[in-house]
Each structure stands twice: as structure tokens, then as C-alpha cells.
T-cell receptor
Framework: AQSVTQPDIHITVSEGASLELRCNYS??????LFWYVQSPGQGLQLLLK??????LVQGIKGFEAEFKRSQSSFNLRKPSVHWSDAAEYFC???????????FGTGTKLQVIP | DAGITQSPRHKVTETGTPVTLRCHQT?????MYWYRQDPGHGLRLIHY???????DKGEVSDGYSVSRSKTEDFLLTLESATSSQTSVYFC????????????FGPGTRLTVL
């Protein structure tokens, strides 16, 4: 069975600073990987996803993530954070053809002026 | 945004009463899911459906049942609500075309007193 670990429960960054949110997964084969963002009181919005091919994936809102098979990681990055990026971020892993996804426990991002 | 609505958006009920939450989609997607979101647990799968009248259990299915009589509607029922079922419930849909990308509804906040 697949699993996901997001080791950071809460992260605070200054506006304009770079951001990296960590995600480690466990799955025996090549997984599908996702990052979702949830603003307060809202549902989850897909930021980006990895299925195959280029290991650096570009998403919406200026986010990117890199799949590193050797480290079982799929970390989310943004070069310059905006106050509107304050939200909770969820990493998720899926198994090919299985149609079920396992979510991490989330990382809450706070952006300070 | 995917056409997913959930009703009601908020509900307060008492222990022991039955509760039904509704998820409605306009995307004609094959797969539908019910998750619950609790602090420190991320999203956990309750039940999912892979077609009309085809459903299966997720990791936290005890105390919940589901039904899907039409492609567009997926109902989640708490037969006898308990305080431990106080949570935010999210519906999600996916096409099932081997991409596993799920799109989420706005959520239902349920409080069981």
C-alpha cells in the first residue's frame, strides 16, 4: 500500500522568500504524485501532478515540484512567496490504474510581511 | 472548476440521528469519492464509487454507508451519527482514465452534538 509523509506540520516564511515543502512517499513502483492546496474554508485545488517523463513539473500559481526516485521525494517549490499563498498544502500519491489516492497530513503555510 | 456541489454545506445534528450528505457532479465522471478531513489526519477515504451501484470501502468506512443510483449523485449516510463523526466531508470525482486526478467539492461541515 502506498503512503505519504509530510514532515512539516507548519512552516512560516517571509513574503518574497523562497519556499520548499517536503513530501516523501512509499510505493513499490512508479507512482502518480500530486500537490493540492486548500485555502481556509475551501475545497482542495490541484496545483500540479506527476505521471511520467520530465521529473520537474510546473504547476499553477508559479509552483513547481521535482520527482526524485532515489529519495522517494516530491518536494514543492516556489521561488518567491506571495501573501496569497498562505494555505494548507497536501501531497498525495496514487497507484497506476488503481484510482485511489492517499493524502499526506498537510503542511500549513504562514506568510509574514 | 469541475462542476461539483455538496449539500448541505453546514449541518448540526444530535447523536443517534441519521444524516445524509449529497454530492452532485455535472462532469459525467465515472469515479466519485467521499473523504473526511480532520486536524492531524489530512484526508481519509470513507467510500468510493466506480460506477452506478458500484461502491467500495475506504480506510475509515465504519459507521458510514453510500449509494449511487445515478452517475451524477453520490450519497453518504451516517445511519446513527456519533460525536466522532464531527468533521468536514469532501466529495471528489475523477474520470478514471488512468490519471487518478481528483477534483474536489467545497465540503460539508458536520457537527454532531
Amino acid at each position: 500500500a502506498q503512503s505519504v509523509t509530510q514532515p512539516d506540520i507548519h512552516i512560516t516564511v517571509s513574503e518574497g522568500a523562497s519556499l520548499e515543502l517536503r513530501c516523501n512517499y512509499s510505493y513499490g513502483a512508479t507512482p502518480y504524485l500530486f500537490w493540492y492546496v486548500q485555502s481556509p474554508g475551501q475545497g482542495l485545488q490541484l496545483l500540479l501532478k506527476y505521471f511520467s517523463g520530465d521529473t520537474l513539473v510546473q504547476g499553477i500559481k508559479g509552483f513547481e515540484a521535482e520527482f526524485k526516485r532515489s529519495q522517494s521525494s516530491f518536494n514543492l517549490r516556489k521561488p518567491s512567496v506571495h501573501w496569497s499563498d498562505a494555505a494548507e498544502y497536501f501531497c498525495a500519491v496514487g497507484a497506476r490504474g488503481y484510482q485511489k489516492v492517499t493524502f499526506g497530513t498537510g503542511t500549513k503555510l504562514q506568510v509574514i510581511p | 472548476d469541475a462542476g461539483i456541489t455538496q449539500s448541505p454545506r453546514h449541518k448540526v445534528t444530535e447523536t443517534g440521528t441519521p444524516v445524509t450528505l449529497r454530492c452532485h457532479q455535472t462532469e459525467n465522471h465515472r469515479y466519485m469519492y467521499w473523504y473526511r478531513q480532520d486536524p492531524g489526519h489530512g484526508l481519509r477515504l470513507i467510500h468510493y464509487s466506480y460506477g452506478v451501484k458500484d461502491t467500495d470501502k475506504g480506510e475509515v468506512s465504519d459507521g458510514y454507508s453510500v449509494s449511487r443510483s445515478k452517475t451524477e449523485d453520490f450519497l453518504l449516510t451516517l445511519e446513527s451519527a456519533t460525536s466522532s463523526q464531527t468533521s468536514v466531508y469532501f466529495c471528489a470525482i475523477s474520470e478514471g482514465q488512468d490519471t487518478d486526478t481528483q477534483y474536489f467539492g467545497p465540503g460539508t461541515r458536520l457537527t454532531v452534538l
